[in-house]
């Protein structure tokens, strides 16, 4: 679990069949204070300046975190031991910030750095990384993730990621554009942008998406205007609410199809619903 405010790494013990959760303090994995593997300070400019964690994705296996970094930097940890231990250590000229999109394909761990912050307006990298390979002995940057896709161009913003049906692709979401950039799982390669925006949804604002138990839909939650987390200039849309996402060619492309809206004014009129994690549950 990421605790930003604090900069820490939390674990919660979970008993799904008894109901239970419970928060295990003797995990916890202060990003701001400890030291990495390589005898480094976790945290310290020109390597990893801001350690606020931003998205923990954990692989299939329960194995590895990985563990995005809000200032730039990645660690891979062991999430089951006690405290949580890095096993691999990511600067920040490797992996840029803001990363918030991961899902395992292929083999491997596709990762994202965006532009959510007033600190880096603008970024648009996906990262490849193995699943197997990491140590404690191990040099900083190892091993090596592949660069998939990098765009610093004005307006970028890379967040959340889908893998579409039979995991022949992944989607990475642009909140500012409004768009998706599609990857070919087998190959890296980059299939195309999809354009995400429609005549009811100029300023969609993607955030983070799922996909239908069929594969022939994803759903995405729309951010809002006024939104709660994240820089403004990334994280404002028009349309608070569910998207949905009707996938072409087998996630090759696919278009905006309907919004089911969310709203939640206030007092004063102004609209504060703001959309952001989605899950699809099968029941």
């Not at 610093?152 to 768009?179: C, E, F, Q, Y």
């Not at 300023?203 to 809002?224: E, M, Q």
């Not at 996938?247 to 278009?255: E, R, T, V």
Request: a negative charge; proline letters at 8%; charged letters at 20%.
């Amino acid at each position: 679990m990421a605790n930003q405010n604090g900069k820490l790494l939390e674990r919660i013990a979970t008993d799904y069949a008894a109901g239970s959760f419970a928060w295990d303090p003797g995990a916890t994995l202060d990003l701001a204070r400890c030291v990495a593997p390589s005898g480094d300070p976790c945290q310290f400019p020109h390597i990893r300046p801001d350690n606020a964690p931003i998205c923990p994705i954990i692989d299939a296996t329960g194995a590895h975190g990985f563990i995005t970094l809000r200032g730039g930097g990645l660690f891979v940890v062991d999430p089951a031991a006690t405290p949580i231990r890095i096993v691999g250590e990511y600067d920040v000229a490797t992996v840029h910030g803001n990363g918030c999109g991961g899902i395992q394909a292929g083999g491997s761990m596709f990762i994202d750095s965006g532009g959510g912050t007033a600190a880096n307006l603008d970024q648009f990298d996906v990262y490849r990384f193995p699943l197997t390979g990491y140590t404690a002995t191990n040099a900083p940057n190892t091993p090596l993730p592949e660069v998939v896709f990098t765009d610093a161009s004005p307006d970028r913003d890379a967040h959340g990621m889908l893998l579409t049906k039979h995991g022949r692709n992944v989607w990475a979401l642009d909140r500012i554009r409004g768009v998706a950039e599609v990857f070919d799982v087998a190959t890296s390669a980059h299939v195309g942008t999809v354009d995400l925006k429609a005549p009811y949804a100029s300023d969609p604002a993607p955030d983070l998406a799922d996909l239908s138990p069929s594969g022939n839909r994803a759903f995405v939650t729309l951010r809002g205007p006024t939104p709660l987390s994240g820089d403004p200039h990334a994280s404002t849309g028009t349309t608070p609410g569910v998207g949905v996402i009707q996938l072409i060619q087998a996630g090759d492309s696919g278009k905006l199809k309907s919004i089911a809206p969310i709203t939640n004014k206030d007092a004063g009129g102004v609209e504060r619903a703001d959309p952001h994690a989605i899950r699809v549950r099968l029941l």
